[in-house]
């Protein structure tokens, strides 16, 4: 199956920076998503993906197919980003759906 | 917006119990899915379904099974609890075929003791 591999595990940073998360695939996938996971345990949608470059305020995101890679941008971190980002590749054809989370980035954005 | 709900946040159950956890969305989504949230294992999924009495598993489906006899909802069943089971438990929908951005539900904490 596909394999998702997500980097760094962990990372801290103070309020204000900026930062870069990454989401590699190990195979061809129809469809990347990226979420956040709040400290609630709520997975909140950040983007869906499957190539090209998207924007939502301080947030970005962009996979390359080809390469199979994506990339979700943080800039001007606050507090309340704080939590788990996680991505997921998806792959669907005729008869088949094969969908795999990454083990997740854990941020910590302190004051 | 989307609104997928879960009938419990936090569930408390014995060993051998049978165990019903609901979810329910409003979209009209043809895909709906089960996850469990592990420490250190990441999201798994358990069992999915593609239209009402459909049903795919999943990567770890033993232990579990599922029904949907209506569209707009998905049963996940335990049929007799174990402690090995418990676990924060995620459902999902997405729209259906070509578009599969997935929606979750708020999450039920199972406890087996």
């Known amino acids: 199956g596909i394999q998702v591999e997500q980097s760094p595990p962990d990372l801290i940073l103070q309020e204000g920076a900026n930062s870069t998360l990454r989401c590699n695939f190990s195979?061809?996938?129809?469809?990347l998503q990226w979420f956040h996971q709040n400290p609630w345990g709520q997975l909140i949608n950040l983007f869906y993906i499957p190539s090209g470059t998207k924007q939502n305020g301080r947030l970005s995101a962009t996979t390359v197919a080809t390469e199979r890679y994506s990339l979700l941008y943080i800039s001007s971190s606050q507090t309340t980003d704080s939590g788990v980002y996680f991505c997921?590749?998806?792959?669907?054809?005729?008869?088949?759906?094969?969908?795999?989370f990454g083990k997740g980035t854990k941020l910590s954005v302190i004051p | 917006d989307v609104k997928v709900t879960q009938s419990s946040r936090y569930l408390v159950k014995r060993t051998g119990e049978k165990v019903f956890l609901e979810c329910v969305q409003d979209?009209?989504?043809?895909?709906m899915f089960w996850y469990r949230q592990d420490p250190g294992l990441g999201l798994r999924l358990i069992y999915f379904?593609?239209?009402?009495?459909?049903?795919e598993k999943g990567d770890i489906p033993e232990g579990y099974s599922v029904s949907r006899e209506k569209k707009e909802r998905f049963s996940l069943i335990l049929e007799s609890a174990s402690t090995n089971q418990t676990s924060m438990y995620l459902c999902a929908s997405s729209p259906g075929t070509g578009y599969h951005e997935q929606y979750f539900g708020p999450g039920t904490r199972l406890t087996v003791t």
């Open positions: 379904s593609y239209d009402v009495k459909m049903k």
């Open positions: 979209m009209d989504h043809e895909n």
């Open positions: 997921a590749a998806i792959n669907s054809g005729a008869g088949s759906y094969q969908l795999t």
């Open positions: 195979d061809s996938v129809n469809n």
